[in-house]
């Protein structure tokens, strides 16, 4: 059924994909969920209205509920930790009705807190009488404002741009005068692996996709950075869109697509903006389009703007959104490189996992290599939230000690007992364990934690764990497909087992019921969302015990 769903999506094609149209609606009327609206897409796509009508109300930005909405507060970890959302939720009650505020996850402004999206604008740390001014003009001060220090020397994801002549003479060079298979020993010999968290080998994704047969394939720039915390591809679609967009026609060259698509958040509109305008300025320098430098390269990129859903940032889910059906994760194998996009041979990587191909290019895949730990190689971009002295984003070698990065970072301004790195799934840390740990996959992995995709959420003394937890679990169960019963199911049984115990002082939570349920949704999930909570979930229960222990049967 689903194959044929991507068959029938595969005859519009990607410009005029029912997605868009959906997002289209959605911003014109505040809901795409509108009987005329669906059935006209779904009669247009031979979809039908039950498919259409089970996407389009899927997304916060689509479904019903979304319609009317004014402004949205960001209701992320980060600003839950930052205490700064009741204080705005309040001041937004004196400018706004109760049904025209609603809610947004994450808008990458965690450096700063008090954030919130006003007319397709992001803003974050204002004060009360810019808010007002802001309610009353329609103008404000949007400008996203955060330190970007690199401790490499020379910097690498975060040197300047020195404009498009010098930036893509590697990839001039490499279309003219090189050839896939050198390619491929260079991609080898760098050791990338994937910064979206998973970290496979790059070298692997892209020779599976080279290899698989089809006349039609695809690069996907999973830009859908949801975890709240993270803002490290916000940054760099929008200070450096030419590394992202570099990494991913190098990507369609050597695996033989013709077309790129960066999947990007509607909760980053700028972030769209900048890379649609960086596309444009390509096509002007003649690199994209048909015959690209007389070279028979043909390519494309094109931006897609999401609605709304953190699982779209699992990449099976996020091509399913593409082709316009409901975001539910994909069984695998098949593996995207072998049936990915309209089911043909896609390449699917993090934004940052693309910007790293330029350093490549210029070191060499040895010479990249050179830089981090055998295990895992090249740089490594860190962002910081708001309970750090100096915020912002972090550039160091993979290996580099946590501490060092902290220390970079000029220390805590409040008292800090834990941290969470790599978003909601990401492991807890408590502050006594940062000593021993390094930024990479395998010292994480071997404490039994997980770097992911390194945005840091800092959890004040103040904050108790045991609402830190029910925060997870309700994260989880808001943000879940629905499609594997573990997830589904099991993040809801847990934010009641906590909220329970928080509310009733009589009630205990049996450590054997929710170790059981932790365990089943670990072990039995589809994908990473109900795999990987229980994680954080479990670390806070071993680091913090004496804490937690009241909820707890002894």
Not at 390 to 410: R, S
Request: charged share 20%.
């Amino acid at each position: 059924m689903s194959k044929n769903l991507s068959a029938l999506s595969f005859r519009k094609g990607i410009e005029k994909n029912v997605f868009e149209r959906m997002v289209d609606a959605a911003d014109k009327h505040g809901t795409a969920e509108k009987n005329d609206l669906v059935r006209q897409m779904g009669q247009d796509h031979l979809f039908g209205d039950a498919i259409t009508l089970g996407a389009v109300s899927f997304y916060d930005f689509m479904k019903k509920e979304n319609e009317g909405k004014k402004v949205f507060v960001c209701n992320g970890s980060a600003c839950l930790c930052a205490g700064t959302q009741d204080k705005l939720h309040h001041n937004l009650e004196t400018h706004f009705k109760k049904d025209e505020i609603g809610h947004i996850c994450c808008l990458g402004r965690c450096h700063e807190g008090a954030a919130l999206q006003y007319q397709g604008k992001n803003y974050s740390g204002q004060s009360d009488a810019a808010l007002s001014d802001l309610f009353k003009t329609g103008s404000g001060d949007s400008e996203d404002r955060y330190a970007v220090v690199s401790h490499l020397q020379p910097a690498q994801l975060t040197a300047e741009f020195q404009g498009i002549e010098e930036y893509y003479a590697p990839f001039k060079k490499l279309i003219i005068e090189g050839n896939r298979d050198a390619l491929g020993a260079e991609l080898k010999d760098s050791g990338l692996r994937g910064r979206g968290g998973a970290g496979f080998p790059l070298s692997i994704k892209w020779a599976g996709c080279r290899a698989a047969e089809g006349k039609v394939k695809y690069v996907v720039c999973n830009a859908d950075e949801g975890d709240p915390g993270a803002y490290i591809d916000k940054y760099l679609m929008e200070k450096q869109p030419h590394s992202v967009l570099l990494g991913m026609m190098v990507a369609g060259w050597f695996a033989g697509a013709e077309t790129g698509v960066l999947y990007i958040r509607a909760e980053y509109p700028d972030s769209v903006t900048i890379v649609n305008q960086a596309i444009a300025d390509l096509h002007a320098a003649g690199l994209l389009g048909q015959n690209i430098l007389g070279t028979g390269f043909n390519f494309a990129l094109k931006t897609i703007k999401g609605a709304g859903a953190y699982i779209c940032g699992e990449e099976t889910a996020l091509l399913a959104s593409i082709e316009g059906l409901r975001p539910e994760v994909r069984t695998r194998p098949p593996f995207p490189v072998n049936e990915g996009l309209y089911r043909k041979p896609t390449i699917v990587n993090n934004v940052e996992t693309f910007a790293n191909l330029r350093a490549i290019l210029t070191l060499g895949g040895k010479g990249y290599a050179q830089i981090g730990t055998p295990q895992s190689s090249g740089p490594k971009l860190l962002s910081l939230d708001s309970h750090f002295v100096k915020p912002g984003i972090y550039e160091v070698a993979m290996g580099t000690p946590l501490q060092t990065v902290i220390d970079l970072a000029g220390g805590f301004k409040s008292r800090i007992k834990a941290i969470q790195i790599g978003g909601p799934l990401g492991g807890l840390i408590p502050m006594s364990h940062i000593a021993q740990l390094t930024v990479d996959f395998e010292s994480f992995k071997k404490a039994g934690f997980l770097l992911g995709h390194a945005g840091v959420v800092s959890i004040p003394e103040s904050m108790p764990m045991i609402e830190y937890i029910q925060h997870l679990f309700q994260f989880t169960a808001d943000e879940s497909c629905g499609k594997c019963f573990p997830c589904r199911l099991g993040s809801t049984r847990g934010k009641e087992l906590i909220a329970k115990a928080r509310g009733d002082s009589s009630y205990k939570i049996d450590r054997e019921l929710i170790t059981d349920l932790l365990d089943t949704m670990e072990q039995t999930s589809l994908c990473a969302l109900g795999g990987g909570v229980p994680l954080p979930i479990k670390n806070a229960l071993e680091h913090f015990q004496t804490e937690l222990a009241p909820f707890f049967k002894a």
